[in-house]
């Protein structure tokens, strides 16, 4: 599959621990963006990488971390976890960067 | 700040009647308006984009710059356009998109 792969698919955790969420992205792909979907909330962004650097940054928590390794899979880390962060955590992929995204499954985190 | 409304959580209609899900932008400069949809145990994928000016599915959506508005339309909604559609916005090609809430479709038979 030269899609998007995300692990884990869940996760389920307590308060204060910390996770590392995977994404590999499509084959050929540069971009990987973080989203984050809430209940009742949209899809909010949280981080894009563009080739191993980061592009852009939208509303992350310190608390959360990402990176971009050379083979291009991204891993996001979350830490000292909440609550509220439990969500549905996607990556997306493009290839230019022109916000034609394909998706991952998402990986879903719930925080007890 | 760029925003992106869907004022409709979720929108039932008939089979064979017309579908519009509005959408509702605000940003001043020139955006990119998208259409993204997941259905069923299906992941996230784009369904149209306003600069390709395409049909896609039989869904249509024009970028009005006045209304500030992107509404997707379909004249004869079918069972299988059962989905959630979100409605996402860039003020350029390389931006990372801003979301809105979506809308969920349910077409009935």
């Known amino acids: 599959d030269s899609g998007v792969t995300q692990t884990p698919k869940h996760l389920i955790t307590a308060t204060g621990q910390r996770v590392t969420l995977r994404c590999s992205p499509r084959s050929g792909d540069l971009s990987v963006y973080w989203y984050q979907q809430s209940l009742d909330q949209g899809l909010q962004f949280l981080i894009q990488y563009y080739n191993g650097e980061e592009r852009a940054k939208g509303n992350i928590l310190e608390r959360f971390s990402a990176q971009q390794f050379p083979d291009l899979h991204s891993e996001l880390n979350l830490s000292s976890l909440e609550l509220g962060d439990s969500a549905l955590y996607f990556c997306?992929?493009?290839?230019?960067?022109?916000?034609?995204?394909?998706f991952g499954a998402g990986s879903r985190l719930t925080v007890l | 700040a760029q925003r992106v409304t869907q004022p409709e959580k979720l929108l039932s209609v008939f089979k064979g009647a017309p579908v519009e899900l509005k959408c509702n932008y605000s940003?001043?400069?020139?955006?990119?308006l998208f259409w993204y949809v997941q259905y069923s145990r299906q992941r996230l994928q784009l369904l149209l984009r306003h600069i390709s000016r395409e049909s896609i599915k039989g869904f249509t959506a024009d970028l009005n710059k006045g209304e500030t508005s992107f509404h997707l339309k379909k004249p004869f909604a079918q069972e299988e356009d059962s989905a959630m559609y979100y409605c996402a916005l860039s003020h350029s090609g390389n931006t990372p998109l801003v979301f809105g809430k979506g809308t969920r479709l349910s077409v009935i038979a």
């Open positions: 997306a992929s493009s290839r230019t960067g022109a916000n034609v995204l394909t």
């Open positions: 940003y001043s400069g020139s955006p990119e």
